[in-house]
């Protein structure tokens, strides 16, 4: 009876000692393929982690090239704006250029009617026309050069004739024989003018302005300046 006992103890040891074994031997494999997991796991993430950065430098790339494109549309519209202002100035250009024509016949029929004292309801329509036009003109950025008591500028004036005197200093313009137009700070046409040239090299009073002492001469070279042309 004891025998039995004994062979029944050493059994029950032996199958708790090969329950162990097998327990541990499941341990262990789980450690393993627990471990195996989690490498697999780690490579995934940093597959994951270069996909995501190279996905943030092409985002990267298409937003540079985005902005690159924006600035030249932006550039490219701005060029369109200037050059359709380029051509409707120079559209208004070629239109005031015409009706410059239409001013000077109005300006000398008033300058003829004026020398002979004419005085009529017709002549004060011409006026009223030629101020109309000349507002018109204005309304455009177009405006009457200055030129009479002026000192003459070859950038602003045309000398056509010169005469000599003592009333005004040297190359002051004293007679407008065709008047001069700017549009938007361009010369549109220069004035015609006559340029005073003083007999001797002396500081002269300007055209209606007293003398003034210790003044230096100036050159009298406007003479010059109208050969040259002429040639």
Request: one cysteine or more; a negative charge.
């Amino acid at each position: 009876m004891a025998k039995e006992k004994q062979k029944e103890e050493t059994k029950a040891t032996e199958e708790l000692g090969k329950s162990e074994a097998r327990r541990g031997t499941t341990e262990s494999r789980t450690e393993a393929s627990n471990a195996a997991s989690i490498e697999v796991k780690e490579k995934d993430i940093e597959t994951l982690r270069k996909s995501l950065q190279e996905e943030k430098n092409r985002a990267e790339q298409y937003l540079t090239s985005l902005k690159y494109l924006k600035a030249e549309f932006e550039n490219y519209q701005k060029r369109n704006a200037k050059d359709m202002d380029e051509l409707v100035k120079r559209g208004s250009e070629r239109l005031a250029r015409k009706l410059l024509s239409v001013l000077d016949d109005f300006e000398r029929t008033i300058k003829a009617s004026e020398a002979v004292g004419e005085s009529s309801n017709l002549l004060t329509g011409v006026e009223m026309i030629q101020k109309e036009l000349q507002r018109i003109l204005k309304s455009e950025g177009i405006e009457k050069i200055d030129a009479v008591g002026k000192k003459f500028n070859p950038e602003l004036h045309e000398a056509v004739m010169v005469i000599t005197t003592d009333k005004c200093a040297a190359d002051t313009i004293v007679e407008e024989l065709r008047s001069g137009y700017m549009s938007d700070g361009r010369v549109l046409r220069p004035s015609m003018v006559t340029v005073a040239n003083p007999p001797e090299k002396q500081s002269s009073p300007s055209c209606g302005e007293e003398e003034s002492d210790g003044e230096e001469p100036e050159d009298n070279n406007i003479t010059d300046k109208v050969t040259n042309k002429e040639k």
